[in-house]
């Protein structure tokens, strides 16, 4: 993800001024108000995945402190998207379209950016964490005043595939974690997304249980790549970790180019591969790399690599930095 703005990387006494400029070149700018706090932290990262933009927002100070979205602001940015807001651990404040809302831990709400609101700050160390998912208005093929009630509204927590919704957006916004495939994730934030609107309208077609697979497979594929350095991972372990099934993890891959151990097999390599390839790890023995990324035993790590690259590890390293390695590995 690209940094927005980071406190932490500017004097204390510069922070409010700071914060106050990255609030305004967000997608959707907002004015920060309020009087200077003692103790400020704000950051936000983006990271843009075809049409959508995923915003991640830290934030804690010791005075209140509230971001407008004001009616100026609209006409001089109006990127005419709607918003998914998730609260990652509650505390935040928003009143939008006459809706007030006070959020609890992983609370969901929809938001339109061409409207005004207010974000209230709560006060305190201990920063609140958002996570914000925009997307155009056009993606969504339903009418602006139809989907209009709901705008500035929580999604119920009973509302079935709301918790899939609401992980899969902390997921991404997880560093550790390799990238999915763009296309595979475009599919899945697509279908989510307008079939949450859907659902909460009561229109066929919402969160179908084809969604639900998908937003399971996201989330067996951050599993995933979040343990590859997990020599031992394996179906019984993927499932644990997802709070799945091995049964039904089998059952949503079935369709998919590669099963999850096959996944585990390509992505290993693939960062195998990338680590050979990087100058700064050139006096890195190989034996240390393959083990960083899961591999036992170097014999079949050789074996799975040239299968998979046609040429071997050492050759792969040589080639890269176009002269001979001076070191056994």
């Known amino acids: 993800m690209h940094t927005v703005y980071n406190t932490r990387l500017v004097d204390p006494w510069e922070r409010y001024e700071y914060a106050r400029a990255g609030t305004g070149a967000e997608l959707a700018p907002v004015a920060l108000r309020g009087r200077a706090p003692g103790y400020l932290f704000a950051a936000m990262s983006v990271a843009h995945i075809g049409d959508f933009a995923i915003e991640v927002v830290e934030w804690a100070a010791d005075s209140p402190l509230v971001a407008w979205r004001t009616d100026h602001l609209i006409r001089t940015c109006d990127p005419e998207c709607y ?184 992505l290993r390599l693939e960062q195998c591969h990338r680590d050979l390839l990087d100058p700064s790890l050139a006096g890195t023995a190989i034996k240390n790399i393959i083990i960083k990324h899961g591999y036992r035993r170097p014999d079949q790590f050789s074996r799975d690599f040239t299968e998979h690259f046609g040429v071997s590890p050492k050759k792969a390293r040589q080639l890269a930095s176009r002269q001979p390695s001076d070191r056994e590995d």
């Open 83 to 266: 918003r998914i807001f998730l609260s990652v651990n509650g505390g935040v404040r928003m009143e939008q379209n006459g809706n007030q809302r006070q959020f609890a831990e992983r609370d969901i709400a929809l938001y339109d950016v061409s409207y005004p609101w207010q974000a209230f700050h709560t006060v305190g160390r201990t920063p609140m964490r958002i996570v914000m998912l925009t997307f155009p208005r056009a993606l969504v093929s339903i009418s602006r005043g139809t989907v209009e009630p709901l705008i500035g509204t929580t999604v119920p927590r009973s509302l079935s595939g709301r918790s899939l919704v609401a992980q899969l957006l902390i997921d991404l916004t997880e560093p550790a974690a390799e990238p999915v495939g763009e296309s595979d994730l475009v599919e899945v934030l697509r279908q989510c997304t307008v079939g949450l609107i859907r659902q909460r309208l009561g229109l066929p077609t919402g969160l179908t249980p084809h969604t639900r697979r998908l937003l399971h497979r996201a989330r067996v594929d951050r599993v995933i790549r979040r343990h590859l350095g997990d020599p031992a991972l394996d179906p019984n372990r993927i499932a644990r970790a997802a709070h799945l099934s091995p049964r039904y993890i089998h059952n949503i891959y079935q369709h998919a180019d590669l099963t999850p151990m096959q996944l585990v097999k390509q």
